[in-house]
């Protein structure tokens, strides 16, 4: 049991002449909680910004051959540059929803904070996860509108392969390379930023009930 908990089952417990000195406990401990939640929401968002910008950095040039043999320099260039403008307006908000809970004053506008915050951790995965099927989608759409080509950059010897047969196992590979990435992401953000939403929902419900017995 935690702190919330211990300081819920107080007031409770209590007698009525005495509850409202302990709400204001109860909201002072869910609000400092939630601000803190949500200030790591905001760190982690950043830390997660510099890995990949790293990892980005990191990745040799021979890695996007394949993309200039499918002439998607361009797309990709437009694609990053777009990608961290959003993932940037996402760090904004992060940031912008740690300020603006620090600062609330009551427990309905705590309440309806904590569900902004919620909201906007939601639109983070989904955009990430809606990014990985969106490039997957264009990059084998290019890669397959053009089979030959194809052959050409995973067959550079000229061996004797079926076109066919090669295209069939590609796009097998490439649905369940992207199945693969889904999951693992999903399972990346539900773990890491799971953790913080799942205490943020317990402030959320304990705030509520708070709520309705004042």
């Not at 955009?127 to 969106?134: E, G, S």
């Not at 097998?172 to 799942?198: M, N, P, T």
Request: net charge positive; hydrophobic share 50%; no cysteine.
């Amino acid at each position: 049991m935690d702190v919330l908990d211990k300081y819920k089952k107080a007031w409770v417990n209590q007698p009525e002449d005495n509850k409202q000195l302990s709400s204001k406990e109860i909201y002072k401990l869910a609000h400092s909680s939630s601000s803190s939640l949500v200030k790591w929401i905001f760190i982690i968002g950043i830390l997660e910004f510099i890995f990949w910008g790293v990892i980005n950095f990191l990745v040799p040039d021979s890695f996007y051959k394949i993309y200039e043999d499918l002439n998607l320099e361009t797309f990709l260039q437009v694609f990053t540059v777009f990608h961290y403008i959003i993932l940037i307006a996402f760090l904004y908000l992060f940031y912008q929803n740690y300020t603006n809970i620090s600062l609330v004053d009551n427990t309905k506008k705590l309440i309806k904070k904590i569900l902004k915050v919620r909201k906007t951790v939601n639109y983070y995965v989904y955009y990430n996860l809606a990014i990985i099927v969106l490039v997957s989608f264009v990059i084998n759409a290019k890669i397959f509108s053009n089979p030959e080509k194809h052959l050409d950059i995973i067959n550079p010897d000229n061996l004797a392969m079926d076109l066919s047969q090669i295209v069939t196992i590609s796009i097998i590979s490439q649905i369940i390379a992207v199945i693969v990435i889904l999951v693992l992401f999903w399972l990346f953000y539900k773990l890491i930023y799971g953790i913080f939403l799942r205490k943020l929902n317990k402030n959320y419900k304990e705030l509520s009930k708070l709520d309705e017995s004042n």
